[in-house]
């Protein structure tokens, strides 16, 4: 058979004669006029219908479950996503415990989290400067007594007042998702451009600068009152742990960061003694 099919192919080219021998019937021999060229033709047309044939009946009829469904694809494609978000929810999850015990430790001890200024307040420290109140800041023995620190002065208020609410929005941006805390957004969703710079809403302390990968840049400020805004998606930001914000200050700058991020957006939530707010009761267009 081997060498019937290797003188096929030899001859491929040519026509050929197949006669077909009947030793039972001398005399009535019957013969084919072929040309092998189109015999291998026909076969591989075949062997490629024969193929489309049962493609097709195993994705048409429910034996194509026997090997392979479209729910189980998308399946697989649901649990490697969940696995992914799980992954990021873990590693939120931890620095948000972190976060919750430094403030925790800074309400309970009365903490003061004032560990760093900047040089807007380099001139009230400057040697021989007198302050408003009469206070004298010199190095002269005689006054002694009546010095005290001045950051102590600048800042001991920062954390006794509440006159910084109702503030403005801190991101030009569009509003697109509410406080619902039953679905555990704690804060208000703000749609910008990518980034779009941030300010503080209020005057504080940073307690927290830090990186999360469902949440990318994450800064926590503490403010009077036992009230404290976090942003959250920041692309930068250009704070860290203990500086001294102001009201208005840039902070930070927006964009599409975090496994839970759809788009370039700030998340800004607010707490009071340690239980999260409608953000919308603090802010004004």
Not at 241 to 267: E, Y
Request: net charge negative.
């Amino acid at each position: 058979m081997i060498n019937f099919i290797k003188k096929l192919y030899e001859q491929r080219l040519k026509d050929i004669t197949v006669i077909l021998l009947d030793d039972s019937k001398p005399g009535e021999d019957n013969s084919f006029n072929i040309r092998p060229k189109n015999l291998i033709s026909l076969f591989v047309f075949s062997c490629v219908v024969l193929s489309l044939l049962l493609v097709s009946l195993f994705m048409i009829t429910p034996l194509g479950a026997l090997l392979y469904t479209k729910e189980d694809a998308q399946m697989k494609k649901d649990i490697e996503q969940i696995s992914e978000r799980v992954i990021g929810l873990q590693d939120s999850l931890i620095v948000r415990d972190r976060q919750l015990s430094e403030i925790k430790h800074i309400i309970r001890l009365s903490l003061d989290t004032t560990l760093t200024t900047d040089q807007r307040f380099s001139s009230v420290f400057e040697a021989g400067s007198v302050y408003d109140d009469g206070f004298y800041f010199g190095d002269n023995p005689a006054n002694t007594a009546s010095r005290v620190n001045p950051s102590g002065i600048v800042f001991s208020n920062m954390l006794n007042s509440t006159d910084d609410f109702p503030a403005a929005y801190p991101v030009n941006g569009t509003h697109t998702r509410d406080y619902e805390p039953d679905t555990y957004h704690y804060g208000v969703d703000i749609a910008t451009p990518d980034n779009e710079l941030i300010t503080s809403i209020a005057d504080g302390t940073v307690i927290n600068a830090s990186w999360t990968i469902n949440d990318g840049y994450v800064l926590s400020i503490q403010h009077a009152g036992g009230m404290l805004s976090v942003y959250k998606h920041c692309s930068s930001i250009t704070k860290k742990s203990g500086d001294i914000v102001l009201k208005g200050d840039i902070v930070g700058a927006t964009g599409d960061v975090g496994l839970s991020s759809s788009g370039p957006h700030l998340h800004l939530e607010i707490w009071k003694d340690g239980i999260p707010q409608n953000p919308a009761l603090y802010l004004i267009q």
